[in-house]
């Protein structure tokens, strides 16, 4: 099956991170990406989200947070501004510019043939006229018009439709400053490497109120086989703690916490939800492999082949492990849908990707060819 | 010398062939890999293009394929691929003393060695290029091939022709019937002929 009916059939970042300029040729139904560290897996996923949300404020806070470049609640959030006079997505620009350098704008974009998505983002000045601070206007961001007009940077992101306006100072509530229709956005669910990027007993509730308790029991049996239901438990009121998942076995009684039998159960437990979360969109596997054994990595990865299809998701996924390479192969050729392993390989400071297709991935698991 | 050496043959005739004619010659021996057919062999090839280089500047890819019924088509199948891979300048043809090719300096790709059997030039296979091993002193060769040639309606495929005369050769050796490997090291068939030698030279270029 072609990937050209995916929402990524492949990605183009520039000015990202460690990104200066990379050009993925092809992504899968479902992609693995492997490579050694700081070589930039999880900035693919970054960007993936940032283009699919389009910016949304809600989504680069979270990356923001995740890699602690945001000091939530910090005093120089108010200035946007951190104490070394960064300002606050600096790091998300490549080669870490401050206000006062010259540098290209962030640039993630996709030839999906449909709906060829573009996206740049770039940090202008917003600076507020003296008799009302909901007046506002662009002025070059350079140094002396900063110190004369007071205001602050904004990141300013545009697609083919839309402009949307981000203050960093506003950045931890949200706002926005312009409309922007979120029916241009599609669905993005992130899996971080030690959990989901959203609360599990929302997104339990929602598969519950899809009547998929079922499908969420079957996944959990991939990794013990004799789980007999699933509940989320707790959270009724502040004093008790927020809901956590529960399990019954078969020829007990009562349920336990899932948290007492391992993480493989509470890894899995993540991931089903976030697939059956993610259905006509985009699903984002930080560290796959994490919690997961390797002898249950192939039929994990078989339903998310599965579902993949079924709700028509695409997911790219990371990791570190071998295992879990070879495991996706082995479920890959058991489907028709297109597996594409990424590697990142660093060269200076650039990063270069190399796409192993199916046929690739049976040669290296045939012979054996490590790619990790 | 650092990097993974890797030599990807056809068949195990390649791989023994291979093996025994480094060993003789002293080239430093690169890992063989034998394919089972040209088909898994160009397959491999694109996906080792892939992996190799990556890690370290000294990785290096050999092929030796067989040139079968056409030495153009044979080179454009691995050229297809080589400019796939990333590779800029691929000669439009093969050398006659074996193809080399380095990536650009920017690339990570391996150092790649081309060797099209029998001799880069002509149609043909492995054992068109053992048939130039033969001392050029031998008695029998001639009448082995006007024995296979005198066959009425012989059962093998005229591709195969030189496979029938090789072994029909060696056969009548001292040592009747000895595999091709041990031939050479046997020297029935001469380590040392010319063709020998072009073949060592660029292995030597290659892996040495």
Redesign the interface.
């Known amino acids: 099956m072609s990937n050209s009916q995916l929402a990524f059939p492949d990605l183009a970042v520039q000015g990202f991170r460690r990104f200066r300029d990379l050009k993925i040729s092809e992504l899968g139904r479902v992609t693995l990406i492997t490579g050694k560290n700081n070589t930039g897996k999880s900035s693919i996923l970054e960007a993936l989200r940032i283009g699919a949300r389009k910016a949304e404020p809600a989504a680069v806070f979270d990356i923001l947070g995740t890699r602690a470049g945001y000091r939530r609640g910090s005093k120089e959030d108010a200035h946007s501004l951190d104490f070394d006079g960064d300002f606050l997505f600096s790091d998300l620009f490549h080669g870490f510019p401050t206000l006062d350098d010259e540098f290209g704008p962030i640039v993630i974009k996709t030839s999906n043939p449909k709906d060829p998505m573009e996206l740049s983002m770039h940090v202008e000045w917003m600076a507020f006229t003296e008799d009302s601070q909901s007046t506002m206007e662009f002025v070059d961001r350079n140094r002396v018009v900063r110190e004369e007009i007071p205001g602050g940077p904004v990141l300013v992101a545009r697609t083919k439709t839309d402009k949307f306006v981000v203050r960093l100072g506003n950045l931890h509530s949200f706002r926005n400053h312009m409309p922007r229709p979120d029916s241009n956005r599609m669905t993005c669910k992130f899996v971080k490497a030690n959990g989901a990027s959203e609360s599990l007993g929302r997104m339990w509730d929602r598969a519950v109120l899809r009547d998929e308790e079922e499908e969420v029991v079957r996944a959990l049996r991939v990794i013990e086989p004799n789980i007999a239901a699933v509940r989320m438990l707790g959270g009724d009121d502040r004093y008790r703690p927020a809901k956590t998942p529960y399990i019954r076995v078969e020829g007990l009684s009562r349920y336990v916490s899932i948290l007492s039998s391992g993480d493989g159960l509470n890894r899995m437990f993540t991931l089903i939800l976030a697939l059956l979360d993610a259905r006509g969109g985009l699903l984002l596997i930080d560290e796959f492999e994490n919690g997961l054994h390797y002898t249950v990595q192939r039929e994990a990865w078989r339903i998310i082949f599965q579902l993949a299809e079924c709700h028509n998701i695409q997911i790219v996924a990371t990791t570190h492990s071998w295992d879990a390479v070879a495991a996706f192969q082995a479920a890959a050729a058991e489907t028709p849908e297109v597996g594409v392993l990424l590697?990142l390989?660093r060269?200076g400071s650039d990063v270069?990707p190399?796409?192993?297709t199916e046929?690739?991935l049976q040669?290296?698991t045939k012979?054996r060819?490590e790619?990790r | 010398m650092t990097g993974n050496k890797v030599l990807l043959v056809e068949g195990l005739d390649d791989k023994r062939v291979m093996d025994r004619i480094c060993q003789v010659h002293e080239v430093p021996c690169p890992s063989l890999e034998y394919l089972g057919s040209d088909t898994e062999l160009l397959k491999v090839f694109s996906t080792r293009l892939k992996v190799l280089g990556k890690e370290d500047a000294e990785d290096v890819l050999g092929v030796v394929i067989d040139a079968d019924t056409s030495v153009p088509s044979r080179w454009q199948s691995l050229r297809d691929r080589l400019g796939n891979a990333g590779f800029l300048d691929v000669p439009d043809q093969p050398e006659p003393d074996g193809t080399i090719v380095f990536p650009a300096t920017e690339e990570l790709l391996p150092k790649v060695g081309i060797w099209i059997m029998p001799n880069n030039q002509d149609s043909g296979k492995l054992e068109d290029f053992l048939a130039f091993l033969v001392p050029d002193s031998d008695s029998h060769w001639q009448h082995a091939e006007s024995c296979v040639d005198s066959l009425d309606q012989p059962p093998f495929r005229t591709v195969d022709r030189s496979k029938a005369v090789i072994h029909t050769w060696l056969a009548w050796q001292a040592d009747p019937g000895l595999p091709f490997g041990t031939a050479i090291q046997s020297q029935f068939l001469d380590p040392d002929a010319p063709h020998a030698r072009r073949l060592v030279h660029w292995l030597r270029e290659l892996f040495g």
């Open positions: 590697r390989t060269k270069i190399t796409v192993f046929e690739d040669v290296i012979r060819i790619v």
